[in-house]
């Protein structure tokens, strides 16, 4: 059964930090496109960061430019998203996901598989 299981997420001051990962099971991440989305309190569902198989680095939404980082552990199946300078409205519950393909910022139709979200909350 492919499943996806977000942990790390909280409760933060604005300019704190918190890492998120992702561990997936019932299959290996090694081939897939990886991705981050989130969506915050009454907001659709916006993309991230998306991570190809062979990419050295994320594709990332311009809001969270230079404060975000995607990595991904191929050997254990898991992927995080380190997020640093955090605020308010960086809010909401962020989803680990594969998606289809990755040439800029993930998009919600491109989701494959997707977890059941960590939420997020940066407080002022």
């Known amino acids: 059964q492919v499943q996806l299981v977000e942990s790390g997420g909280g409760l933060v001051q604005a300019g704190g930090s918190l890492r998120l990962s992702c561990a997936a099971s019932g299959f290996t991440i090694e081939a897939y496109h990886i991705a981050w989305f989130r969506q915050a309190p009454g907001k659709e569902r916006e993309g991230v960061v998306c991570?190809?198989?062979?990419?050295?680095?994320?594709h990332y939404v311009d809001s969270v430019k230079g404060r975000f980082t995607i990595s991904r552990d191929n050997a254990k199946s898991t992927m995080d998203l380190q997020m640093n300078s955090l605020k308010p409205e960086d809010t909401g519950v962020y989803y680990c996901?594969?998606?289809?393909?990755?040439?800029?910022?993930?998009?919600?139709?491109?989701?494959?598989?997707w977890g059941k979200g960590a939420v997020v909350i940066v407080s002022s």
């Open positions: 996901a594969t998606v289809r393909r990755c040439a800029g910022p993930p998009r919600d139709l491109d989701m494959d598989h």
């Open positions: 991570m190809g198989p062979s990419d050295s680095s994320g």
